[in-house]
């Protein structure tokens, strides 16, 4: 595996040296070197390519977004400021249901309690009628629960269950 990590940061750097203002480049760097554990790398790589303008139109080479795929991966290596601030920047075009519960997942190792909420309250409420599932506002609404009671919002903790 860190082979095929290393062959593509080397494509990807050659990449990045013909257009250095491809923010999909960077972001895709970035996703590599946070995979190969270069964390500080991964971190300077993902500020430039947010600085480019990297959006969730960048999906290579899975389907899910590179600011998904690195806010994923820094929220697994506890680096959840950064985290929230690719995952910030992917719902900025794209509020999907699992981006919006992974930050709140990062809010709350972040200590940002009422942003977990809100984030777990915008699955709820605004997806009542489609994706995400049954199971997935279940869990969202426990949560709901959970982080009310910790917050001393009793009549929210009454409104959730």
Do not use: H
């Not at 290596?77 to 900025?92: E, F, H, I, P, T």
């Not at 309250?121 to 997806?127: A, G, M, Q, R, S």
């Amino acid at each position: 595996r860190q082979k095929e990590l290393d062959q593509a940061e080397e494509a990807l750097s050659e990449a990045n040296i013909l257009d250095t203002k491809n923010a999909e480049v960077w972001g895709m760097l970035s996703l590599v070197a946070i995979s190969s554990n270069k964390l500080d790398e991964g971190e300077l790589t993902l500020n430039r390519a947010l600085k480019m303008g990297i959006s969730t139109q960048e999906t290579f080479p899975v389907e899910s977004f590179i600011l998904e795929q690195i806010g994923s991966l820094l929220f697994q290596a506890g680096r959840y400021s950064l985290a929230a601030s690719a995952l910030q920047r992917a719902l900025n075009t794209a509020r999907t249901p699992s981006l919006l519960v992974l930050l709140a997942k990062v809010n709350i190792q972040d200590n940002d309690l009422p942003a977990a909420v809100q984030n777990y309250l915008t699955v709820v409420e605004d997806y009542s009628n489609e994706t995400p599932s049954n199971a997935v506002k279940r869990d969202c609404l426990e949560q709901l629960v959970a982080l009310s009671t910790k917050l001393k919002r009793n009549t929210d903790v009454a409104r959730f269950q």
